[in-house]
């Protein structure tokens, strides 16, 4: 379902901009109220069986998107209770940060196989000669259908029938959990289990009901710009083509000062310090004190590492992610600012809640959320006028390689060669969750000793984070395209790479 425009999209897309053009014009915040009739206009749903069902939901993703808490459809408030505390840049939301809206979920099948009119009524019946639990029922017309007490929906019928008449039946919110997370309540509607979440994001990108959002900051962000404090953007690499061919580099930085922001710097020196680091670990480390080691730059990854396998918690890297890393260059050179990572990711907003990283990143924002603020703007790229001399130079192609699948480890291996040319490094590449379950235990078993093991949390890497815009496959062609205009290839080469010696003593070089 990714990457094919949907009304879901144009949903999520009207209230980000809706939400920032209510925080940019200010006044009476009540006025949120009416914005669901703007939203959803006439007197005819379009997509449920009534406009107000339509309306309720759209009100809840306004309030999640105002950072507000989900309310479930027993609370009967306006969608502006409790706005007027929301409006504070020092408001930061309530966990859980994932959320279900309950009335707007299908409550679909958990898990079904089943048979449809397609099937024949064939003599030879092999679906049921294959069923391991006798599931599979011949009826009076011989015609099949099975018995969802008994069936395991192992699948096997369904590989079997000759007229591709059985299908699997599985909740897109569920397929797309790698932690296995999501279940049902009472009333069949999908139900978070918050302990194995990690705040990947992937079943809010792969709900077709536009059932699951997550809470945003957009408006606690912009109530901090137009406080007059000084905000600086820190851009994550999959930046590029998210906007759109027109905005480029330069472009993107007029289009941020706009919006009020005073710098836009690029998170690819962060991703080159942290290359730099995880091959210093890597080199140190293994197989000396550890047999292998997991890279530390997708907190979905590395949560679910530590949550399932708690045994290797200490195998993955301690380095920093590349947004800390730079959030810290930039607070050591301009300590009051206030910063803020804009990426592609969900789970970076559950990274910066924490304790440890939260003197550092005061705001994250998605791609999705920030065309919400340029939309509010009426920004168009095809009529700014970008400066050349405005393009970024400081990341390296490995630092913006670290965007796509694959390319954190490879990064981190092309500095080891460096360092130390004779050194072998196998790498291992977790695509997605559920493949990075499969890698450790791999690991687990021995047969990942001497690796560097990649986790991402997202099929495909950072470019198919869920606040992304761009279809999978153009992301990741834009990012290596860019990844090859850089100065320089290898992190080593980057002109911060001196600043590693000592975390305390970053700054940036003048």
Known sequence: ????????????????????????????????????????????????????LERAIVTERLRLACGLPLRPASVHSPASDGIEEAALPEKYYEPPLI????????????????????????????????CPKDAVIIGKDNRCSIDQEKCIKCGKCQRQCPY????????????ACGMDAIGSDEYGHAKIDYDKCVSCGMCLVNCPFAAIADKSQIFQLIHAIKSGAEVVACVAPAFVGQFGPDATPSKLKEAMRILGFSETVEVAIGADLCTIEEANDFLENVPANQPFMGTSCCPA??????????EFKDYISMALTPMVLTARLVKRRKPNAKIVFVGPCAAKKLEASRQSVRSYVDFVLTFEELR?????????FKEIAGD??????????????????????????DAINRIDPGREVKIDYGDGLRECRKMLMLAKAGKRDGYLLEGMGCP?????????ITPVATAALNVRSYKEQAGEQNSLDSKYAARLKEYEKFESPQ
């Open 1 to 52: 379902m990714r990457g094919i425009h949907s009304a879901v999209d144009d949903i999520r897309r009207k209230v980000f901009t809706e939400v920032a053009r209510l925080a940019y014009e200010g006044g009476d915040y009540s006025r949120i109220d009416l914005i669901p009739y703007k939203i959803v206009p006439g007197e005819v749903g379009k997509f449920r069986h009534n406009i107000f």
């Open 99 to 130: 959320n279900i809206i309950s009335f707007a979920c299908n409550a679909c099948p958990p898990k079904e196989i089943r048979i449809s009119n397609n099937c024949q009524g064939c003599m030879s019946h092999p679906c049921k000669a294959v």
């Open 164 to 175: 591709n008449a059985i299908s699997r039946l599985e909740r897109p919110c569920a397929a």
């Open 301 to 310: 990854w590395s949560v679910m590492a530590k949550k399932l396998f708690p």
């Open 372 to 380: 919400g603020m340029f939309d509010a703007k009426d920004i168009d």
């Open 388 to 413: 050349p001399d405005e393009e970024f130079t400081d990341g390296t192609g490995s630092g913006r390689g670290f965007a796509v699948g694959g390319g954190v480890a490879q990064a981190v291996k």
């Open 460 to 468: 495909g890497g950072c470019v198919a984070g869920a606040g992304t």
